[in-house]
């Protein structure tokens, strides 16, 4: 778990070095390489207090925010993570862009069957499990970051669409169409196209790749 808390500070419990690395820099797991064995099994907890006379955009309301108010303080946040991260993990990086094989996400030929949220003012929430994402107030763009962390490789948001929507998309995962399942149910991309009307195409994509030149187990205090 790694959430925000009040004015600006950061709680993660049970996190590894390479989630807290995916979080603070906005990275998947595909665009990271290098690093520690320890990096992916060792877990931490961190607790990052918030400054103590926090800026005016740090104390408002979390649902009094708009859009840009809410990605401009976690862009914030995620920034004093990065320092946290190389202040006590000893974290050095190099970045590299990189092209891949990714998909293209764009809206289907029945259109979008997405509901509009009622409050388009809402905070983006998103979570996923197993076989199942469900969005409320979610933009497409969060969806589009939430598949590429399913499917391991990077996904482009090409739908043009800037509202909120609500969705529940149930599909079967790979793991349980590889292990024989008598009923396998819906692949991802057949279950985007169904439950969406959107639909995903392979393409090549650019990524900022991260690679771990150096990182050290952190003290405990």
Excluded at 103 to 118: N, R, T, W
Aim: charged share 25%.
């Amino acid at each position: 778990m790694i959430s925000r808390t009040a004015g600006g500070g950061l709680r993660a419990e049970g996190v590894t070095l390479r989630m807290l690395i995916v979080w603070a820099y906005r990275v998947q797991n595909y665009q990271i390489s290098g690093g520690p064995a320890w990096m992916d099994s060792t877990q931490w907890t961190v607790v990052a207090k918030a400054p103590a006379s926090p800026s005016p955009e740090e104390v408002i309301e979390e649902e009094k925010m708009t859009d840009a108010e809410r990605a401009s303080t976690m862009g914030m946040v995620k920034r004093r993570t990065q320092t946290l991260l190389e202040e006590r993990f000893q974290l050095s990086i190099q970045r590299e862009s990189r092209e891949r094989n990714g998909y293209a996400l764009s809206i289907g030929k029945s259109g979008v069957k997405m509901k509009e949220s009622e409050d388009q003012a809402q905070v983006d929430s998103i979570g996923r499990g197993g076989g199942l994402i469900i969005g409320k107030n979610c933009r497409t763009s969060l969806l589009a970051q939430y598949l590429a962390a399913v499917l391991e490789s990077p996904v482009i948001d090409r739908t043009g669409l800037t509202a909120h929507f609500d969705f529940r998309l149930k599909f079967t995962p790979d793991s349980a169409a590889a292990a024989g399942v008598a009923d396998p149910g819906t692949p991802l991309l057949a279950a985007i196209q169904d439950q969406l009307g959107l639909k995903l195409e392979k393409a090549k994509a650019p990524i900022d790749a991260l690679v771990i030149l150096k990182a050290e187990k952190a003290s405990e205090n």
